[in-house]
């Protein structure tokens, strides 16, 4: 799929078409991961945080509907008005909404009626691009809401994920998924960074990006290491055969609150069988990998495995730079794994910054220095949840290749774990 996020002042016929293509190809992936759910896999809700299927295929389609349909195309009507209420998730300026928790109680609409409104916007989307011109401000919102239906198309997997993990037959989402290379694990090295005054952020007034990765400001950042490689599955057990979860002394103190009351013993999804841990993915019930990297823990794991490790978790900043020089490659969702692999043994650089699991940082989801949200609904996106979050970098193996970039900052709260969530060392020099 081609994504195209640049932003012009105005829009010929060519660059209209050219949008509209991107929305097509857009909304066609969304459909796409949905086609091998059976149609109860459409309703469930396991979790609050998991949102069922049928739900998110609404949510990204009123989401076009409230801040581009409705304020922009002349005499807009809506597909059902009761879809405003159910299908909000958390703009308070545009009124109440139905409770995250209860989504999945949602028998009616259907998923046919579901698609029935996806059809029915994009018919209309298709009017409002095709008298874009003279509002440069419609083609931001529409970029805005294509990365936004990509972040959804990452929920997709994650929250189908859990909700099927609640299955004990351990159902299979996809039984085709492109088999994951065995290779030889990769010796840990470090790589050295200088210390001083380094640009974090972006300005980008050619480009989309999402309004939590500017302005561009000029940041110190000390002399530091980071490990050229993911923490792996191999060395994770290491910690936890070493009694890591029942050592307080490297959990922070929220975290072992959290340990003490979930009860967590290992990553999300794993299990031991016969002395052999295994884990469910969307493959089903897989023999964890060893030399693949850790997938599923919290921060709060993450930080802990590191002071295990006596090293620590790196910042965003000494992540970004870091990554300044690398391209932007990784096993994204395009690769159709859709879970992480191994580190190449062979090679000597920094390897899977990009794709695989969102690296947890130590860093605090807060504004960089004069940000201001947007005026309006759309401000509430991303700051108004810049508060007791942290920051996390460079995209999952279910994040598409064209959704990501150097700066873009994902964010979570420290006890979650059902992302591909994952983490690498970084030490003071």
């Not at 401000?137 to 990509?150: A, D, F, V, Y």
């Not at 598409?400 to 774990?417: A, C, D, K, V």
């Amino acid at each position: 799929m081609s994504l195209s996020n640049r932003l012009f002042s105005s829009q010929t016929l060519l660059e209209r078409e050219q949008l509209w293509r991107d929305y097509q190809a857009t909304r066609q992936v969304t459909e796409t991961i949905c086609k091998p759910l059976e149609i109860e896999d459409y309703v469930i809700q396991t979790m609050p945080e998991a949102s069922p299927a049928k739900w998110h295929l609404a949510h990204v389609t009123w989401f076009f509907e409230a801040f581009l349909l409705k304020p922009y195309l002349p005499n807009y009507k809506e597909f059902n008005q009761g879809f405003h209420f159910i299908f909000n998730s958390y703009y308070q300026q545009l009124g109440v909404m139905h409770p995250r928790a209860k989504r999945g109680c949602l028998s009616r609409p259907t998923v046919a009626e579901i698609y029935q409104y996806r059809a029915y916007v994009d018919e209309q989307m298709q009017q409002l691009i095709d008298k874009i011109g003279e509002q440069p401000e419609i083609q931001k919102r529409i970029l805005i809401g294509l990365n936004h239906e990509q972040q959804h198309q990452e929920l997709f997997f994650t929250d189908i994920k859990y909700n099927l993990s609640a299955n004990p037959l351990y159902p299979v989402y996809r039984d085709d998924l492109t088999p994951v290379p065995q290779v030889s694990a990769s010796t840990q090295q470090w790589h050295n960074f200088d210390a001083g005054m380094y640009q974090i952020g972006n300005n980008a007034e050619n480009e989309y990006i999402f309004d939590n990765e500017y302005p561009a400001h000029q940041q110190y950042v000390d002399a530091f290491q980071l490990s050229s490689r993911l923490v792996t599955n191999g060395e994770y057990i290491e910690f936890i055969e070493d009694n890591g979860y029942q050592r307080p002394e490297f959990w922070l103190a929220d975290a072992w609150t959290t340990i003490q009351q979930q009860q967590w013993q290992a990553p999300l999804y794993w299990e031991k069988r016969d002395e052999q841990w295994w884990h469910f993915t969307l493959a089903g019930l897989q023999p964890v990998d060893k030399n693949a990297p850790v997938c599923h823990v919290s921060y709060f794991e993450a930080d802990a495995f590191a002071s295990w490790a006596g090293a620590r978790l790196p910042t965003e900043f000494e992540w970004e730079v870091a990554a300044q020089s690398l391209p932007l490659t990784g096993n994204f969702y395009e690769a159709d794994y859709l879970q992480p692999t191994p580190a190449a043994a062979d090679s000597n650089g920094l390897q899977q910054m990009y794709g695989d699991v969102w690296e947890w940082t130590r860093s605090p989801y807060v504004a960089y220095p004069k940000y201001r949200p947007a005026k309006g609904a759309i401000g509430e996106y991303n700051g108004k949840f810049m508060c007791n979050q942290f920051v996390l970098r460079g995209g999952s193996c279910a994040t598409s290749e064209n959704h990501i970039r150097l700066t873009y900052r994902n964010f979570f709260y420290p006890h979650e774990r059902w992302q591909f969530k994952g983490f690498r060392l970084a030490q003071d020099v």
